[in-house]
């Protein structure tokens, strides 16, 4: 059929259209539990070519399904035939009215792209779900989101004016309240809409008594607006059929004043179930979210905002025309409330608690002794019923012995949930079946709804029996056969569903695999270390605005293979045994990761893609015939440590010089012909240190790069630390990370150097001496990457006994012994490096700096050359892109004046390439300081 398909495809014209194993393959899952392969993959630049996807879908028999941003929780967004990605092309803003308070979007539009035309202008889109930084509005309309602030802005369909909508047959049609007419392209929807009428009248006792009954009813088809009373709103009633009923064209969505001021009363309670009894009589106060939390989620945070007392939080937002009138009624909150409670007016604080809460999806996965699942993820019940419906839920948790951290919006009676389900095991999934059938019951008892906000999908539709009654199925059913006769819109979803425990992802077993890194935080499990990803999709959001890494390349290209949650899912594939580590799709997703460390401390599941690609090109090159397919660039820039200690820097650094000898050099090497090469330091670091000395106060670690290349910094380093009166001496022992052979999957090879520089260190660390490393990538790797390839207990000790310059000088400024110097009126660009921000942390930086008075700007993002990535052929264009993004338009609009600060040998080696920037290490600017 995917012959045909494809040529269907191309007489309407279309050409973003790919039925590859890779796109298969990316597209199989969303952020549910299930895996269903799609046939094609289509990604329509416009609207024309949108209806010609169904035309073609029509034409073909074959179903199709949107995607959005493939963050739907309950695999709404999957399918077996066509699967629609709007989130590419159909994009934009299209109007922005003031006076209305209106914004007209494409379907692909992100929310947080939405909220940026708004705010300048005092508005907003008011439900905000916790994927505002990713989740389109076109995939809002489908589940008929929410988000925390619906309490006090209401659901998506109550901020849907109008939509145009492509029903299955062909006819668009615009409706809403400011839309009359019937079809733009001359089609009638009259006939299709009075039988949706008829049908309603026919059953409006049921409507009346089985619809609409609370806020967060959100299972099924919302029939309560078709009522004459509420206007008969056929757009309103397409919001939340998951794309069954219709496709949206574009929508017209309401927005309101974006409140002047916010305060937030963080509410301390014994227990979740203690926290839910109080949300009625603190819902009496004006707040616009409420929100649960459950310790064991917070816990999961490093660097997190002081919490009240308590095992689990209420965060009761309310606002104000003033910062005073705000805090005034969040004191008032807290008074009534009686509880263990801070009051946070401060917006920064404020944004880090609201991360904790945003990212509650991804760490509760791993809040549990097992991997957490999302199989009974957003059941909801009137708020009242709360507090007596979690105590019965985890009641029933512990009669099946499972285990679950509730969270979500409480002031609605919305719980998000994820439990330790385990589906890889056959008597784990009739365990699932079993408790969610029960889970189902007890929600219907209370007069709940199977889900809050994410709709029903392949999760929950099933169960849709089990709290509306014959008559009210029947009449989805019917409705189903107006709009959409031949079933080829998600067919599978809330109306003929497919069992809930069919197509579960976990359920196909992992092939039995030997990994060479010990996957330490995984079992030793590459299933188990892959399948961390849920599909949240964080790193498909730009994060760098809150000085975020991941994922610089996605961000680069937008495709979704060059996500960590699209690398994920192709390896999810792989260690199933759907694919090998030779197919092509691997090597394709793999080929742009940057193994920057980014998701591994940005992701709130803790994916680490940089280890995981390591592995992936030490399984594909093992062996002798592996060893001949492997790139050349990973021979020459993998092993460029060897090189470098082979190689005389004088001589080098002038052959290098020569035009004809460079070009011969990057041929071999693999290096793109536009790159530089770096220049040797003429006299290493390691070659001033004393072997015999033994009355030092401070050792300084000459990794591979700083000796060889950056020999500078180390001395740099060195007088900054005798000008504190400290003793200072390099390592004069070679004590190589191994990270170059690290991440190009030369693991073997780079377990034996591990290993000899964990032997080395260990002597220096274990003396009690500090050691201070300078190179951040190679200070990460000690801490992470070498017990992940050395099974020695001294691996521990050398990465918690290595400090960076930062941390040592922390230290001294903590116990007195040294004031950093004043750099007041100092204008700094800061770069950290990814791995500084992923495994060391630069908070530490940040405070010491923040004490020197220096101004200090802190870029986001990578800087895309990434060792040996951004230097290799074909890479080229990525890393500059990357580049762009942040750290370069950075640069030029600090000026000339500005220090531009980077640690990382990577990151002053692209800023020299690419700005004809020279960065400084911290060593050299605080060195600036003190020599005055």
């Keep these: ?149 619906a309490l006090g802005y209401g659901r998506t369909v109550d901020n849907v004016e109008a939509l145009t909508v492509l029903l299955a047959d062909g006819t668009v049609v615009s409706t809403g309240a400011t839309r009359t007419e019937h079809g733009l392209d001359g089609g009638d929807r009259g006939a299709a809409e009075a039988r949706l009428h008829q049908l309603v009248d026919a059953h409006l006792d049921v409507v009346r008594t089985e619809f609409g009954r ?183 948790l512990k009669e099946h012995r499972l285990d679950g951290v509730p969270y979500g919006h409480f002031g609605d009676g919305c719980v998000h949930v994820r439990i330790d389900f385990e589906l890889d095991d056959a008597r784990g999934r009739a365990t699932y079946r079993e408790f969610v059938e029960q889970a189902a019951d007890l929600v219907a008892s209370y007069g709940g709804s199977m889900s809050g906000e994410h709709g029903d999908g392949r999760a929950r539709s099933e169960l849709l029996p089990r709290m509306y009654s014959p008559q009210a199925m029947a009449m989805m059913e019917q409705a189903k056969r107006i709009l959409d006769p031949g079933n080829l819109l998600n067919p599978g979803v809330l109306v003929d569903p497919a069992p809930f425990d069919s197509d579960l992802r976990l359920a196909r077993p992992p092939v039995p695999l030997r990994t060479t890194l010990r996957l330490t935080h995984d079992g ?84 680490d893609m940089a280890t995981y690609k390591s592995e992936a090109l030490s399984q594909k090159y093992a062996g002798a015939r592996g060893f001949l397919r492997r790139p050349r660039s990973h021979y020459a820039l993998g092993q460029l440590p060897r090189w470098a200690r082979m190689t005389p820097p004088r001589l080098a650094n002038v052959m290098l010089r020569s035009r004809t000898v460079g070009r011969i050099a990057k041929s071999a090497a693999g290096v793109d012909q536009r790159r530089s090469l770096p220049t040797f330091s003429e006299k290493p670091l390691r070659s001033a240190a004393r072997p015999l000395a033994t009355d030092v ?28 009166g400290l003793r200072a001496a390099v390592i004069p022992d070679p004590a190589c990370c191994g990270l170059t052979w690290i991440t190009t999957g030369q693991l073997s090879a780079a377990r034996r150097i591990v290993g000899r520089a964990v032997a080395t260190l260990h002597r220096y660390v274990s003396s009690g001496t500090p050691v201070v490393g300078l190179e951040p990538s190679c200070l990460a790797a000690m801490r992470e990457d070498a017990a992940q390839l050395v099974d020695d207990p001294r691996v521990a000790e050398v990465g918690a006994g290595l400090r960076s310059l930062a941390e040592f000088l922390a230290e001294r400024v903590a116990d007195g012994s040294w004031t950093p110097p004043d750099l007041t009126g100092v204008e700094v660009v800061a770069q950290p490096h990814c791995h500084h921000h992923a495994v060391i942390g630069w908070e530490t930086d940040a405070a010491l700096l923040a004490r020197t008075g220096a101004s200090v700007r802190r870029i986001g993002g990578c800087c895309g050359l990434a060792g040996n990535f951004g230097v290799e052929v074909g890479h080229y264009e990525t890393s500059v892109a990357v580049a762009e993004h942040d750290l370069l ?44």
């Excluded at 219709?246 to 979740?272: F, I, K, N, Q, S």
């Excluded at 610089?552 to 949650?565: G, I, M, Q, V, W």
């Excluded at 990577?906 to 005055?932: F, I, K, N, P, Y």
């Design 1 to 149: 059929m995917s012959g045909e398909l494809l040529d269907a495809f191309r007489r309407h014209g279309l050409t973003d259209v790919d039925d590859s194993t890779l796109a298969r393959s990316l597209y199989a899952s969303d952020a549910g539990i299930y895996r269903i392969a799609p046939q094609v993959v289509v990604r329509p630049r416009d609207t024309d070519e949108l209806v010609a996807t169904l035309a073609v879908s029509r034409e073909t028999g074959v179903p199709l399904t949107m995607r959005g941003a493939g963050t739907s929780i309950a695999g709404n967004a999957i399918g077996a035939g066509i699967v629609v990605d709007t989130s590419k092309h159909l994009t934009r803003v299209l109007a922005l009215d003031r006076e209305a308070r209106t914004a007209l979007v494409q379907p692909g539009t992100v929310h947080a792209t939405l909220q940026r035309h708004a705010v300048p202008l005092g508005l907003r889109f008011g439900p905000d779900p916790s994927t505002h930084t990713r989740c389109t509005i076109g995939g809002m309309i489908g589940n008929n989101a929410c988000g925390s602030r």
């Design 214 to 396: 609370f806020g967060r009813q959100v299972s099924g088809y919302s029939f309560e607006h078709l009522l004459p009373e509420r206007g008969r709103r056929l757009d309103r009633f397409l919001v939340g059929t998951e794309g069954t009923l219709g496709v949206v064209l574009d929508a017209t969505v309401r927005l309101v004043e974006d409140a002047p001021a916010r305060a937030l009363a963080v509410l301390g309670y014994p227990t979740m179930a203690d926290a839910a009894d109080a949300v009625p009589a603190l819902l009496e106060h004006p707040v616009v979210a409420l929100e649960g939390l459950d310790q064991r989620i917070a816990g999961l945070v490093r660097r997190r905002p002081e919490l009240p007392a308590g095992a689990g939080w209420l965060f009761a937002e309310v606002t104000g025309a003033t910062v005073g009138e705000a805090e005034a009624r969040a004191n008032e909150v807290a008074r009534s409330a009686g509880v263990p409670h801070r009051v946070i007016t401060d917006t920064l604080e404020q944004l880090a608690i609201w991360k904790i809460r945003e990212e509650g999806a991804g760490l509760a996965a791993r809040s549990l002794s097992r991997p957490a699942q999302a199989g009974w993820e957003d059941s909801a019940v009137p708020p009242a019923e709360l507090g007596a419906y979690l105590r019965d839920f985890d009641a029933l």
């Design 524 to 607: 030793g499990s590459f299933s188990g270390a892959v399948h961390r990803c849920t599909g949240v999709g964080k790193c498909i959001a730009d994060n760098t605005g809150a000085s975020g890494v991941m994922c610089p390349s996605y961000l680069a290209t937008r495709n979704e293979k060059d996500s960590t949650r699209g690398r994920a899912h192709v390896l999810q594939d792989v260690a199933t045994g759907i694919i090998g580590f030779d197919d092509p799709a691997v090597e394709e997703a793999l080929d742009l990761c940057l193994s920057c460390k980014g998701c591994a401390s940005d992701c709130p599941t803790g994916i």
């Design 697 to 724: 106060d401070v050792w300084i670690w000459a990794d591979s790069f700083t000796d060889r290349f950056a020999a500078d910094t180390g001395r740099a380093a060195i007088e900054l630390l005798e000008s504190m």
């Design 889 to 932: 338009p950075a640069v030029r609009e600090a000026g000339p004046e500005a220090v531009v600060l980077a640690d990382g040998f990577s990151c002053r080696t692209q800023l020299d390439d690419l700005a004809g920037r020279r960065a400084l290490h911290l060593a050299e600017l605080l060195l600036r300081g003190v020599r005055g």
